[in-house]
Structure formats: structure tokens, C-alpha cells
């Protein structure tokens, strides 16, 4: 299982932004081959998918409250997965967690993204906090 770690956190007014950064730490080990979730816990509620950008095509998912705002992005040459999250809204307030799921040969490239139980993602980040608050 690869690790890995979320940054980018943080305590932001509405309206403003915020990168999250995913990164596999680890030497040796690179982002490119695995499909990645992005997905929050609000308090009170459970863990939900925010967006997932699959492995073998690069298509983005976004869940219907944040298309629109928020870009999920790759870049390979620095292992790291990345959510930009525009005109921030207090209901976005919650722990941001990434993780990595392999694609499973005997389904459709977009399958995890599309389909994909949070139990299909072997590999979780601890989470970052993110608040939006006036």
C-alpha cells in the first residue's frame, strides 16, 4: 500500500480558496498508476466522495455540490494529487481526507471513481481540517 499525506489545509472566510496537496512521501513510490478520491467529513456526518480523478484516463468526478468550484488535478512528476477548491462555502467545512485505490483489470477504467465504495480505496491519508468561517 502506498502511503500518504494531505496538506493544505486550513481556516478560510467564504468566498476564498484553498489548494489541498496528496502526496506519496514515500521514495519510489508515484501517484500515476492509482486512481484518487478525495472525500470529506463534516461534523456530525458521515464520509462522503468529493471528487476522484481515475488512473487510466484521467477523468474527474465531482460530486453535484462542488462542480464547478473545485479542480482535481494530477501531476506525476511531483507524486501529488491536487484539489483546488474555489468560492469556498461554510458547508465545505470538514476533514479532507485522500486516497488511492488500484483499478481492478476486470472492470471499466473509470469503475473506482464511478462506482467505487470508500472500502475499495486500500490507501487513506490521516486528513487535513479544513474550516470556512466568517
Known amino acids: 500500500q502506498v502511503q500518504l499525506v494531505e496538506s493544505g489545509g486550513g481556516l478560510v472566510q467564504p468566498g476564498n480558496s484553498l489548494r489541498l496537496s496528496c502526496e506519496a512521501p514515500?521514495?519510489?513510490?508515484?501517484?500515476?498508476?492509482?486512481?484518487i478520491g478525495w472525500f470529506r467529513q463534516a461534523p456530525g456526518k458521515e464520509r462522503g466522495g468529493v471528487s476522484c480523478?481515475?488512473?487510466?484516463?484521467?477523468?474527474?468526478y465531482y460530486t453535484e455540490s462542488v462542480k464547478g468550484r473545485f479542480t482535481v488535478s494530477r501531476d506525476n512528476t511531483k507524486k501529488r494529487v491536487y484539489l483546488q477548491m474555489n468560492n469556498l462555502k461554510p458547508e465545505d467545512t470538514g476533514v479532507y481526507y485522500c486516497?488511492?485505490?488500484?483499478?481492478?483489470?476486470?472492470?471499466?477504467?473509470?469503475?473506482?471513481?464511478?462506482?467505487?465504495?470508500?472500502?475499495?480505496?486500500?490507501?487513506w491519508g490521516q486528513g487535513t481540517q479544513v474550516t470556512v468561517s466568517s
Open positions: 486516497a488511492a485505490g488500484v483499478p481492478d483489470p476486470l472492470y471499466y477504467d473509470d469503475y473506482l471513481c464511478v462506482e467505487g465504495r470508500q472500502r475499495d480505496f486500500a490507501s
Open positions: 514515500t521514495s519510489g513510490f508515484t501517484l500515476d498508476h492509482y486512481t
Open positions: 480523478i481515475s488512473a487510466r484516463t484521467d477523468s474527474k
